[in-house]
């Protein structure tokens, strides 16, 4: 057995959880789980111009809906965000002192140093870059300033960033859990920016001293990261901390192999639970996106998640959102679901109390056919609306090539026989209507009226299902009313 990981998800408040962060906590989530390590949540709020206020606890709801909360960090406490874990604060706009005890520290340390490009400078520096067609990168123009200059400017209240400074011609191999072995050279690499004008830490610098300071053990990220990685290791090794092992997971494209969007049927994460879909479902079609189980499995409990989950087993690949198989999971996963909490789901959904006899049995009746819980109302909710008797009901119960009069007869005759029926169950119903059936008057000539009278719907269980789930007094007052 390995030993405990200590992983985190750490989701920028910029808009509504995206399905690619939902994957990577999922694969964090299973990995502490199988290792009994623990499952971090840390809110990166650094980026002011993009933050959205309610951002981090629908980021925290949705975990939650999912199963997927963490053992520390932030998390949502009676629908108000809250942190929990001796490795405070979670969320990095709280700590802005610490980053810049760190940015001063390299700066000492010489291996960063201030610069003071004005936004015009360095949009200027750009465009001469590319009158001579090189690329436009940061020319590290401040890096040579002596220290006093430095912070004689700075002390006279000057405005500037702090900036790593890089090793100027230097290979970096990192080892990545899921890439192997990783080369780069710092000449392609910017001195990027480790400490904003406004004194908030970026990405660069928070990251990694939040991964340090809360004990990471393995960095899961999207593929995106992979250019931030050679230069985490040299933060790492300029301030003397030990660093993680990376894992970077690869990009979810859609069925057409570009970027996912909604185009491609992918929606905020909390949307799939207005729809209708159940956390496994996602949880069970995400963890694919990567992973796979080496095995001809394809659904899966959370524990068996655990059991069969590794990172030796997330390939490096772009993975293939397929917003259908979706579909198909979430039915898999209703047909599975206990009979009494999907009558409880109906009952919700349907407004009526779940003591309601007719619950359960429409329940029953549907669950085969159901693929989301926002059909609920669409596929269960005649059996509590009694359809109203107008034309349209008329021309339901008609079919093709008869006539209303004809099919009226029909009916007369179904309820005479219905009201002889005493004990209402599917297999007596059965006989009781086909005794109605004759070498003129096929099953379907009987069935379909029935069936589509008392649920009014063009497709619906079949007629003795129907009637059963409706029970003896309804089934005959929505017969009579249509008589
Ligand atoms: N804040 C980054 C994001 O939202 C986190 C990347 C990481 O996991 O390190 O993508």
């Known amino acids: ?151 004689a400017r700075a002390a006279a209240g000057e405005s500037f960033v702090i900036r790593q400074a890089l090793p100027l011609d230097r290979e970096v191999v990192v080892h990545d859990r899921i890439r192997g072995e990783l080369r780069f050279n710092t000449r392609d690499l910017d001195d990027h920016v480790l400490l904003k004008s406004d004194g908030f830490p970026t990405y660069h610098l928070a990251s990694v001293v939040d991964d340090h300071r809360m004990e990471i053990t393995t960095v899961i990220r999207g593929e995106e990261w992979l250019p931030s990685l050679p230069k985490n290791a040299l933060l790492y090794e300029a301030l003397g901390w030990e660093a993680p092992a990376f894992a970077h997971v690869p990009v979810i494209l859609g069925q057409d192999k570009s970027k996912l969007s909604k185009r491609h049927g992918a929606r905020p994460t909390l949307d799939y639970r207005g729809m209708g879909y159940l956390p496994d479902a996602l949880v069970n079609t995400l963890v694919f996106l990567g992973w796979s189980p080496g095995t001809e499995q394809e659904f899966f409990t959370r524990d068996e998640l655990i059991a069969s989950f590794s990172m030796e087993r997330v390939n490096p690949a772009p993975a293939v959102f397929d917003a259908q198989r979706l579909d198909y999971v979430n039915g898999w996963y209703i047909r599975h679901l206990p009979l009494s909490e999907l009558a409880h789901e109906v009952a919700n959904r349907l407004r009526v109390d779940v003591s309601d006899e007719r619950v359960l049995r429409v329940t029953q009746a549907t669950q085969e056919r159901l693929k989301r819980l ?57 006989t009781a209507l086909r005794s109605l059936v004759s070498e003129e008057r096929k099953t379907g000539d009987v069935f379909w009226p029935v069936r589509a009278a008392v649920t009014g719907l063009p497709a619906s269980p079949g007629a003795f299902e129907s009637l059963w789930v409706l029970g003896k007094e309804e089934s005959l007052v929505r017969l009579r009313n249509l008589l």
């Not at 925290?60 to 108000?80: C, F, M, N």
């Not at 179904?414 to 059965?430: F, I, Q």
């Open 374 to 430: 926002d059909e609920i109302p669409e596929v269960c909710g005649w059996a509590v609306t009694a359809p109203l008797v107008n034309d349209e009901l008329r021309g339901i119960v008609t079919p093709k090539k008869r006539a209303w009069e004809e099919v009226r007869q029909i009916l007369v005759e179904v309820t005479e026989v219905l009201e002889a029926v005493d004990s209402w169950t599917a297999e007596s119903l059965e």
């Open 1 to 151: 057995m390995s030993s405990p990981e200590r992983v985190r998800i750490a989701p920028s408040p910029t808009g509504e959880m995206h399905l690619g962060t939902v994957r990577t906590a999922i694969f964090c989530w299973l990995l502490a789980r199988k290792t009994g390590g623990q499952f971090l949540v840390r809110i990166e709020d650094t980026d002011r111009n993009r933050f959205v206020e309610g951002s981090a606890e629908r980021i925290l709801e949705a975990l939650a809906w999912l199963g997927l909360e963490a053992d520390e960090g932030a998390y949502l406490k009676d629908g108000a965000y809250a942190e929990k874990g001796p490795h405070g604060p979670y969320t990095q706009s709280q700590n802005l002192p610490m980053y810049q005890e760190i940015a001063q520290q390299l700066l000492d340390g010489g291996h960063a140093y201030r610069c003071f490009a004005t936004a015009e400078e360095l949009e200027q520096m750009r465009s001469e870059q590319q009158a001579r067609g090189e690329l436009p990168r940061y020319d590290r123009r401040y890096r040579t300033l002596p220290c006093e200059e430095s912070d």
